[in-house]
């Protein structure tokens, strides 16, 4: 069974991880810093972010990590930060995310939950795809969820103004997140760019992005650690027998994906739509 141990020497390799102070993000990030790549640290909270650089430095010494500054739920702050990356770029891992919340808004009236764990990382992706298409090979993850197979998208309500639901709104997000990693992926190929596009899932994982209050404490007694939840990502970014389009899982198995999950004219629609949502074109990638 193939472990982070088996992460091949990523020494001139530069990562960028969303959401890299905590959950499965921090691991992800400390075990390609720990095989030699240089790693950016995203992070809303500056605090949070000198946190986890010095717990990646106290286990790693000498690891290369910088921390930029980055709220995937305003496409201010994600412009921003991606004029910041210049150099060539060989590893995306779209990790961050927010989960089963009350309804509430992103900076630019979005629902929160789609516009964050969606809309932010479609935009990334896209402002920084002239720097990935630079390094041959270079890979997007995007962290999804089987949460995908609770989600609907009603491109008549995308602000769920009508109804509702913070596990469905959560679903939906992942779902999206699946769609756009595998469009991606198709879009690459039609273009004739070596880009490999993946999603995962973590898996039940102990991580802060379920707030259920007294709940919390029990989940965390069956649930995975951050460190385990984290394998299927690294896997789909590192690994050589990884392949673009697969949604890597626990165990390293894919994931079976819900009917819509496989659906291209939804996936392409979609797509169409965060464009113009987001302001953000993947001209190289676009579809001819």
Do not use: C
């Not at 764990?117 to 479609?122: A, C, K, P």
């Not at 970014?237 to 392949?243: E, H, N, Q, R």
Request: hydrophobic share 45%.
């Amino acid at each position: 069974m193939w472990t982070p141990d088996d992460i091949p020497d990523l020494t001139g390799r530069t990562a960028v991880v969303t959401g890299a102070t905590g959950g499965i993000g921090l691991p992800t990030a400390l075990e390609l810093a720990r095989h030699g790549a240089r790693v950016v640290l995203t992070a809303r909270d500056p605090g949070r972010g000198r946190a986890a650089l010095e717990t990646i430095r106290s286990a790693v010494p000498g690891a290369a990590v910088e921390i930029g500054a980055l709220d995937l739920a305003d496409l201010g702050s994600v412009r921003a930060f991606a004029a910041t990356v210049e150099e060539p770029l060989d590893l995306l891992v779209n990790n961050a995310g927010i989960g089963m919340i009350p309804r509430r808004t992103t900076a630019d009236g979005f629902e929160a939950q789609f516009g964050t764990n969606h809309l932010g990382h479609f935009a990334l992706t896209g402002l920084l795809l002239p720097r990935l298409l630079a390094r041959p090979g270079a890979r997007v993850v995007t962290v999804s969820s089987d949460a995908h197979a609770m989600g609907r998208i009603d491109f008549d309500d995308l602000g769920l103004e009508r109804r509702y639901g913070r596990f469905s709104a959560y679903g939906r997000s992942k779902l999206a997140n699946l769609l756009f990693a595998t469009e991606l992926q198709r879009r690459a190929d039609a273009a004739g760019v070596g880009l490999l596009s993946l999603a995962s899932h973590p898996g039940a994982t102990a991580t802060g992005i379920v707030k259920l209050g007294p709940v919390n404490a029990l989940l965390r007694l069956v649930m995975q650690s951050p460190a385990k939840g984290a394998v299927p990502s690294l896997y789909a970014a590192t690994s050589p027998d990884a392949k673009g389009g697969e949604f890597v899982g626990p165990g390293l198995k894919a994931v079976r994906r819900s009917p819509q999950a496989t659906d291209t004219a939804l996936a392409r629609r979609l797509w169409e739509v965060s464009e113009e949502l987001t302001g953000v074109r993947f001209e190289v990638a676009r579809q001819h």
